[in-house]
């Protein structure tokens, strides 16, 4: 787990409370949002020290007595967004010098395209047929038959403890199917991450 403390407001004055953010290490540097930060300033020197570079950031330690370790930026730079939007120039797409990129455009830059975005009929298929849900279905179809053999028609036994049981079974096959759902995309997502951009890097 690493924090990064930042000591001014976006006006530039001193916090009397330094804000904290606290991110988690990942193995893969590339969703390690402090070596993005990290290679930023050094592309844009915004390291006070001129010999600071992204390896010595990254080895530094925290000093004795302390909980956390400074790193110095050059006042110039101090209110400058880190994040920045791209804008076109004679020489093609450059970053901006000064405007911030907001989290509404970054996090369209985020979703890949070629992510997939929804379960297919397949894989919504492959749900079905998990062990739990496959229960509650027969259940459910059990419940529905003795309703017909007896009662002809549902409205027949509404209110009646059969009628509960059959309406209670239906929400129960909702949400397992739904909870399922979000399972596979979440796991759809993880896998995406993990493979496509090394698959990027080395193509």
Known sequence: MTQVRLKRTKSRQKRKRPKTYTFFIDTNPLFYIISYIVYLAYDDEAYRFPNTTPRTVLMLGVREGLNYQPIPWKEEMIDVPVFRVPVPTSDGMRTSPDE???YGKLYDRLIDPRRSKRVTDEQKEGIRQ???IKELIDRRDQLY??????????????GKPIYDRYEETKHAID???KARKRELKKQIQVDFDAI????????
């Open 100 to 102: 911030a990129l907001l």
């Open 130 to 132: 998990d062990a739990e």
């Open 145 to 158: 038959k003795k309703i017909r053999n007896d009662f002809d028609f549902l409205y027949r036994v509404e």
């Open 175 to 177: 949400r397992l199917l």
């Open 196 to 203: 496509v951009p090394i698959q990027d890097i080395r193509a």
